[in-house]
């Protein structure tokens, strides 16, 4: 184990009939609200309803900021920013999913800065105050509820990038599994393929192997994550189902599994958020077709984990270490399909030709993240995995 | 999965040379330090002098409050209390195991009442504010150093019992893994007891069966420290041995196990409190003689869940249900005394003619913690199988 620091202030409040909490929870921390969401499906499904009694019961004011996209855009960040500022916001309430939670992240920064908010996201300038954020999770998948990071995207130079900060912590994030009973199937799958792909992207790439109990977290929570997306697919409102993919969503990100395990970096991430940038796909989509590449383009760097995986997760109990570990990636892209995710670029219908392409806005990323060896070359050859 | 709310604010810094931290992460809180440590090996492994040199660097103040027990006694505890109003101090650095961490924290609860402080144990009085806290962890095994829980035995009434509050939760807790290389064998095997303790009284007693994430939690934490212990008996100075162990720890009792399984006690623990407040033996010594015994009488309760631990932690897979259980628990006690701790009162001299005795000191700490299936009658009954 390396050295590490681990400290999340993130109160999590979990369960049935939560959401009537939020106005209590934000009244702690000013009376002018920016209630921040997405395309409006909090109104038909009774959460927008529950959380606008809740802060009027508390006596706070509400400003409405609605529209934020799946893959949120820099321009409507901004007017967020402008919005903010011009109503003279204390605290921010954003309901929704990762996208709602990280623009709303954004906002929270970008409203105590007189500078660009976008500087933030390439590193020209450093995050100093931000605003209070609390959310209600009504999409779960980003861990964004319970960790210091927001992605945004924009949208003029097709550029996917990142903020963090220990400013960004959400006070409080209420998940209420419920709110999740209206998601369809495919979201549903895609949200299982980012939460797996959150905790595997640090068992793979992490630079010590002496992390037995974070190895076994990450273990548990693919397992789980597995059983209750069946459970979830054939029965959209199995509670017991909707409560372990939420919880499973959150702790994949919140630190915990990748604490101790030294240096590790974010492959998936990097070459997907070309993918979803670019086609505008969903998140989850692009990393089921890029880790089942991935994990074939990187097997031979320690196909000891890979096996140790594929014991793990599914029973492969061969003499041969390279053979369990080839067949624990085949499992993994197996079962990706069998819940319905894409597991090729032509599944979404991305032609061949394009890889160049994909590859060269990849390199970007690659740089800013500092992983020297995803030169465009070695995305490429990725990418061809990925066919 | 039950509705919860997860809060745990206490930042941690784990890791070698980690020590130095300890000045300038107090300093945020005040100037005049209290500096509670037990019974003088700080001054012999050299942790004291890295502590005093790191507080003396930023500037503090420090006065020093030595002597603390391996079981802390309300009247050392008292004294804290008194010497900390007397000298005016605004914050405390507790410097060693969990009883150190508890003491501390008591008193960080007595400075700031006029009332007595043994109040807050009895339910008489309700911590309404206390003094920060900092740690520097020494050893591992209370899971102290990332709860807001305290236990001090009031040694004139044979009293265990417990404080909890989220005031109490550390501000930083350092954990420097080479601070244990001088544990000796005999409390590396109590502290292993200790963290699987607590860790097995959620999963065998908690109400709600829906929670795979928790479940696998604890059985990554169970496995990671037998494999860890057996390696550090072996060899005291194995870093990684006894990192694992000391996350390990950390991580069973700071409410993540725990979070969403609904009600549950510590049968094994309200039953130890009472040896261990009688004859004054180590908490893991205690704990190692009533859990086998606890998991006999409990078996039936549960059986798929005893199996379960059964065939995920030792392997076990008959087709009987009853069988996997049993040899699980049998499996767990055999562990115990290979590890060298002791798995029967006899192991510790107490004579079978005490068990009337320790029953009745017993009922009023399961009185206090609303136990009600354990009369002494039960409590007679599980000591009977810890003969």
Not at 187 to 215: K, L, R
Request: charged residues 20%.
């Amino acid at each position: 184990m390396q050295n590490f620091t681990f400290h999340n202030p993130t109160e999590i409040i979990f369960g049935k009939h939560t959401i009537r909490e939020i106005g209590a929870k934000a009244s702690y921390f000013g009376d002018r609200v920016l209630l921040v969401y997405g395309q409006g499906s909090i109104k038909t499904n009774g959460v927008y309803s529950q959380v606008i009694e809740s802060l009027e019961k508390a006596g706070l004011y509400v400003t409405e900021f609605g529209g934020v996209k799946p893959n949120p855009i820099l321009s409507h960040l901004e007017e967020g920013v402008l919005l903010a500022k011009r109503k003279k916001i204390g605290l921010i309430v954003a309901v929704g999913g990762g996208s709602v939670l990280d623009e709303a992240k954004a906002i929270a920064a970008g409203t105590r800065t007189d500078g660009e908010v976008w500087d933030f996201f390439v590193n020209k300038a450093t995050i100093q105050d931000a605003m209070p954020l609390l959310a209600v999770l009504t999409l779960s998948a980003t861990g964004s509820e319970m960790n210091p990071t927001a992605v945004v995207t924009n949208e003029v130079h097709q550029k996917k990038f990142e903020i963090s900060s220990p400013l960004l912590f959400p006070k409080t994030s209420i998940l209420d599994p419920t709110t999740l009973y209206s998601v369809p199937n495919n979201y549903t799958a895609y949200s299982a393929v980012d939460t797996i792909s959150h905790v595997i992207e640090g068992y793979f790439t992490g630079d010590d192997p002496s992390t037995p109990i974070q190895d076994r977290l990450v273990e548990g929570i693919v397992k789980s994550t597995m059983e209750s997306t069946e459970i979830c697919l054939r029965d959209p409102e199995n509670y017991q189902g909707r409560a372990t993919m939420m919880w499973a969503a959150t702790l994949a990100l919140n630190g915990l599994p990748v604490a101790g395990i030294g240096e590790f970096n974010f492959p998936n991430h990097m070459i997907e958020h070309s993918l979803s940038a670019i086609y505008d796909i969903p998140h989850g989509a692009g990393l089921s077709i890029v880790i089942p590449g991935w994990m074939k383009f990187s097997v031979g760097d320690s196909p000891e984990k890979f096996a140790q995986f594929a014991h793990r997760i599914f029973g492969m109990a061969t003499n041969s270490t390279e053979k369990d570990a080839e067949a624990g990636i085949d499992a993994l892209k197996a079962w990706f399909e069998k819940i319905g995710s894409p597991v090729s670029l032509s599944d979404v219908n991305i032609p061949e030709s394009d890889i160049e392409k994909i590859a060269e806005n990849a390199t970007m990323l690659a740089n800013k993240w500092e992983m020297n060896d995803y030169t465009k070359d070695v995305i490429i050859q990725v990418l061809r995995l990925c066919c």
